[in-house]
């Protein structure tokens, strides 16, 4: 059983930078693939990065490539998500998900997933 919580949203202009963290509850975590995803109003999660158990690999969806990383830290039960370069169409609820899965863009691959955290974008 893992038990995953956000933080780090908040308000920012575009071309601001936020980092988002997860935290997980639970010995296994680091042996979680953790994704990253997030829901526009009326619209179902899309999927933005996944990083494997052991960070060998990481997946990010094409609108985030170069501006988004992800990175796990185990000894925390951590994974966070550095957004930069943010744009009014990242604004949406962040919520981060972990599964047995390495990695993967699937959101019903995912077991366990947080309450969401809000990323408010100004123009």
């Known amino acids: 059983q893992v038990t995953l919580k956000e933080s780090g949203g908040g308000l920012v202009q575009a071309g601001e930078s936020l980092r988002l963290s997860c935290v997980g509850t639970?010995?296994?975590?680091?042996?979680?693939?953790v994704g990253w995803f997030r829901q526009f109003p009326g619209k179902e999660p899309e999927f933005v990065a996944a990083?494997?158990?052991?960070?060998?690999?990481?997946l990010y969806a094409d609108s985030v490539k170069g501006r988004f990383t992800i990175s796990r830290e185990d000894a925390k039960n951590t994974v966070y998500l550095q957004m930069s370069s943010l744009r009014p169409e990242d604004m949406a609820v962040y919520y981060c998900?972990?599964?047995?899965?390495?990695?993967?863009?699937?959101?019903?691959?995912?077991?366990?997933w947080g309450q969401g955290t809000q990323v408010t974008v100004s123009s």
């Open positions: 990083i494997s158990w052991g960070a060998f690999k990481t």
């Open positions: 639970g010995r296994t975590f680091e042996t979680y693939g």
């Open positions: 998900a972990a599964g047995p899965s390495p990695y993967n863009d699937s959101p019903q691959k995912y077991d366990y």
